[in-house]
């Protein structure tokens, strides 16, 4: 790429860790999507872009863009991010005054069909929670239970995968709330109910490795921290066994704490603020969930459906 666009997107990165306070893995996919965008130019117009050549660009460059992703099969959700990550480029680029790309606000964003959260009935995801820590050597018996402790966090206290495992040994003590740093490295303070309390109670007991006040909660079997891939081989194990759907996924625990609140009458504003949404509009999608849950309630009971 042109060497001064290249300083930019250092300088845009190192703004998006360090004042926006982005994650590093939400940082390298911005990181990414540019780049494809750069390279994709860069065969399109002959020659690597530089900061005068994004300002010139036409609309019907980006949409080149865009259909060249699609021909080789990326769909509309991940067209939609590349697309926002390179926007948010540009805006920093006309910010700090190196030029507006103004192609990019005028190409449409693809649309993205609505979809609703799948959440697992009560029973289901409480199953997921409950191993059977008798099955197995000493070894397995500590995987068993770390592995039902981790599941246990996201259904009974609505967490990301990514937020449990982000868990410090120090993170869980004797209070009845943890302190959760969710996106964007915002705390937020959740309820331990006393069932997912017992649960890491036990992992901790039965863990063989030694674990300092600053590492992590959840270790993997060499004691190192545990990867979220572990943790989703584990989920994919329980629902084959309990006879559930590919659908049955750790972040659908997630769904199912909002929606079961939801149900026993939990109020919208206190669920966005367990789950960590930013904004309630990304929570009332729950309240899809529940209508269409009372429907087919209705459908299925009533005499005159």
Avoid at 89 to 114: D, H, Q, T
Wanted: aromatic share 6%; net charge positive; hydrophobic share 45%.
């Amino acid at each position: 790429m042109a060497p001064k666009v290249a300083v930019e997107i250092a300088a845009w990165l190192k703004y998006l860790g360090a004042e926006r306070r982005m994650s590093p893995k939400t940082v390298e996919a911005y990181r990414r999507d540019v780049l494809q965008f750069l390279s994709f130019l860069a065969g399109h117009l002959g020659g690597a872009p530089s900061l005068h050549a994004l300002a010139a660009l036409k609309p019907a460059d980006v949409r080149a863009f865009m259909a060249a992703r699609r021909s080789k099969n990326i769909g509309s959700r991940s067209l939609m991010r590349v697309l926002a990550g390179n926007r948010a480029f540009g805006r920093y680029l006309e910010k700090n005054g190196k030029g507006k790309v103004g192609a990019l606000s005028a190409v449409r964003a693809p649309k993205i069909a609505k979809t609703l959260p799948r959440p697992l009935a009560v029973a289901s995801a409480v199953g997921f929670a409950n191993p059977d820590l008798a099955a197995g050597d000493g070894r397995d018996v500590w995987i068993h239970a770390r592995d039902a402790a981790v599941l246990a966090l996201l259904y009974g206290c609505g967490l990301r995968i990514s937020e449990a495992l982000g868990l410090t040994r120090a993170d869980f003590g004797a209070s009845d709330a943890l302190t959760v740093t969710g996106k964007g490295r915002k705390q937020r303070m959740v309820p331990l109910i006393p069932a997912v309390a017992n649960l890491i109670l036990s992992y901790i007991a039965l863990c063989p490795f030694d674990m300092p006040e600053q590492g992590p909660l959840f270790v993997g079997a060499k004691g190192g921290p545990l990867s979220a891939r572990v943790i989703q081989l584990a989920m994919a194990r329980t629902r084959g066994a309990l006879g559930l759907p590919e659908t049955a996924t750790p972040h659908a625990l997630r769904h199912s704490f909002a929606t079961h609140l939801l149900a026993r009458g939990g109020d919208l504003r206190s669920i966005q603020e367990l789950l960590g949404h930013a904004s309630l509009s990304t929570t009332q999608i729950y309240t899809e969930v529940d209508a269409e849950r009372l429907i087919a309630a209705y459908r299925s009971a009533h005499p005159r459906a």
